[in-house]
């Protein structure tokens, strides 16, 4: 598939509504995402900052409609750079630039400023295409799309190269991306033939066997194709994260941290603010008694909220997600890598833990430092939701 192809796949998706959005049966699942993404721009905004950058300058690289505005804004950046393979996805990220410098020249915040550039990252040298062409980004961002770069060698070398290339010693390259193993691991344990569904998403694989052993799967141009919520994508490629890693290295960049996603939370959640904007974010389903049902296939789905509820009958809701949510967000890596900076002293990455590939969340991971106010939020969000 060319990136014309992918252009015309994007272009021709149609903008939800915030009330579309709020009905889909995965809302929680990308609200969960959405929250990851705050956390792990946040972080690295926070580093910078303690490096004396206070506004830093950023490239939002597969920026879409611009979805991630929004974290931008609360992060003080000073510009950015937002380009994409899609001219009309491109425009509509225009359009919500415009609408949030007009919300924080209200809040009588400072804007930063923005330029926009339609560009195939995987073809097209980037910087001849924004200006000026010599400046330098502190903060470089991809989110859930670098994978798809990887349909050859040569598109995931380009695309490496626009990324690293204007990004200042020191700077950062953050990212959630397919995880292949997990992917692979799903699909052999629990799919037939090459193929894996849930009550969410499918995956198919296409031009390889997946039961085959690990050598025999390409390192690039590996096609699967991705369904979720009813909407089938574009073809996705897998990116294994070893060979990520060696290539950004030949790029002059370290790995810094990485987690699997439906682990990252955990670096995250015990902060009170993060867990606050996590309940904000409406990142959980509040699961409540009169949610549960004698459908054995509803009970799979909820198990840890089931059990949870049934353990504990002085509590009303708890918040949680499907098995199938979290068989999703266990397909993808969150990541981040930093350009090698000789005057600074190298940085520790976070250990990657180890995980089983069927681990789902508990229904609460954490001790509840206020259950009745826990109690009070669920019943509210529920409440809502009829």
């Known amino acids: 598939m060319s990136s014309q192809d992918v ?6 998706i149609p903008n939800k509504t915030t009330e579309d959005r709020r009905s889909s049966k995965i809302i929680h699942l990308r ?7 705050s956390m792990l721009i946040a972080r690295f905004i926070k580093r910078l900052n303690k490096k004396g950058i206070e506004r830093p300058s950023v490239l939002d690289l597969c920026c879409g409609k611009g979805g991630d505005l929004s974290k931008w804004k609360v992060s003080n950046i000073k510009e950015i750079v937002m380009t994409d393979v899609a001219a009309v996805s491109v425009e509509h990220a225009k359009d919500r630039y415009k609408e949030t410098i007009d919300r924080m020249r209200n ?15 995987g073809k097209e040298c980037l ?28 598109r995931a070398r380009k695309m490496i190269e626009n990324i690293t290339e204007r990004l200042r010693p020191g700077g950062y390259f953050i ?36 039961h085959k052993e690990e050598s025999k799967i390409p390192l690039f141009g590996a096609k699967l194709y991705f369904a979720l919520d009813e909407v089938v994508n574009c073809p996705e490629y897998f990116a294994k994260f070893a060979l990520l890693k060696q290539m950004m290295k030949e790029n002059g960049m370290e790995l810094v941290y990485t987690k699997p996603l439906n682990e990252g939370y955990k670096d995250f959640i015990k902060k ?20 549960m049902s004698d459908s054995d ?41 930093k350009k090698t900076d000789p005057n ?39 409440q809502k939701a009829h």
């Open 7 to 12: 252009a015309n796949h994007y272009n021709a």
């Open 297 to 337: 296939g509803h009970r799979k789905e909820y198990s840890k909220a089931y059990s949870y509820l049934n353990e504990h009958p002085e509590q009303e809701f708890v918040g949680t997600l499907s098995r199938s949510e979290w068989e999703v967000i266990s397909m993808y890596r969150v990541f981040a890598f």
């Open 344 to 382: 600074e002293k190298r940085e520790t990455r976070t250990p990657e833990p180890e995980i089983s590939e069927d681990e789902e969340p508990p229904a609460r991971d954490r001790k509840r430092r206020n259950q009745d106010e826990d109690d009070e939020y669920y019943k509210q969000r529920r």
């Open 127 to 154: 910087a001849d295409k924004y200006e000026p062409k010599e400046r330098l980004f502190d903060l470089a961002s991809c989110m859930f799309a670098l994978h798809y770069q990887f349909a050859d060698e040569k």
């Open 272 to 291: 009170g603010e993060h867990f606050r904007l996590f309940k904000r974010m409406n990142a959980l389903e509040a699961f409540g008694r009169k949610e």
């Open 31 to 37: 609200n969960y995402n959405n929250w990851m993404k």
């Open 175 to 210: 990212g959630i991306l397919t995880d292949p193993d997990q992917i692979i691991n799903l699909v052999r344990n629990k799919g037939a033939d090459n193929k894996y569904k849930n009550e969410v998403c499918s995956v198919t694989f296409e031009n390889f066997d997946v």
């Open 107 to 121: 809040e009588r915040r400072d804007p930063f400023n923005a330029q926009f550039v339609v560009a195939d990252a």
